[in-house]
T-cell receptor
């Protein structure tokens, strides 16, 4: 099955700085790469995703970059704000693996005012 | 306009007493998933239905079962809850096509076992 790792597991940044989280995966058949944000006590919410035929996608302050050759993709948050504090999960999906999301271990991001 | 609804939001059950959690969706999605999420951990997939086809994860304990009587509803049954089953249970739905930006989660049911 798919092995997914996220780094770092915790990330503390000063408000206004950038944050980068990296996700590595093992299944070369993975072709959909979402990032979820989960605030304390709430459901995971999709914040950005990318498909295997695209290398980079940006949505305001967040972006995702994909390197299929190296089997990793990254979440970039610029100009961080206190409301960006949450746990972020990558969850690559592969049709060969039964069309299931496989979650990484999560990254706890703390944005200090 | 909630699209994936889980009931109840909070459930307290006694050790060993069967409990059922409910999920409904108004999206007509083909796939419904159940995840277990323990504190400070990632969601862990228990099983999912693609239409009526049931797919169990290899490491899901036999204590957990699921039913999907129709497209809109899916239930998680825990036959004999133990203290280790206390967790947030998340339901999610999807159209089921690869690359669809549509795996939507319900608000979750937090299960406490006493």
């Amino acid at each position: 099955g798919e092995n997914v790792e996220q780094h770092p597991s915790t990330l503390s940044v000063q408000e206004g700085d950038s944050a980068v989280i990296k996700c590595t995966y093992s299944d070369s058949a993975s072709n959909y790469f979402p990032w979820y944000k989960q605030e304390l006590g709430k459901r995971p919410q999709l914040i950005i995703d990318i498909r295997s035929n695209v290398g980079e996608k940006k949505d305001q302050r967040i972006a995702v970059t994909l390197n299929k050759t190296a089997k990793h993709f990254s979440l970039h948050i610029t100009e961080t704000q206190p409301e960006d504090s949450a746990v972020y999960f990558c969850a690559p999906k592969s049709g060969a693996a039964g069309n299931k999301l496989t979650f990484g271990g999560g990254t706890r991001v703390l944005v200090k005012p | 306009d909630a699209m994936v609804i889980q009931n109840p939001r909070y459930q307290v059950t006694q050790f060993g007493k069967p409990v059922t959690l409910s999920c409904s969706q108004t999206l007509n999605h083909n796939v419904m998933y159940w995840y277990q999420q323990k504190s400070s951990q990632a969601p862990k997939l228990l099983f999912h239905y693609y239409d009526k086809d049931f797919n169990n994860e290899a490491d899901t304990p036999d204590n957990f079962q699921s039913r999907r009587p129709n497209t809109s509803f899916c239930f998680l049954d825990i036959r004999s809850p133990g203290l280790g089953d206390a967790a947030m249970y998340l339901c999610a739905t999807s159209r089921g096509s690869i690359g669809e930006k549509d795996e939507l989660f319900g608000q979750g049911t937090r299960l406490t076992v006493v």
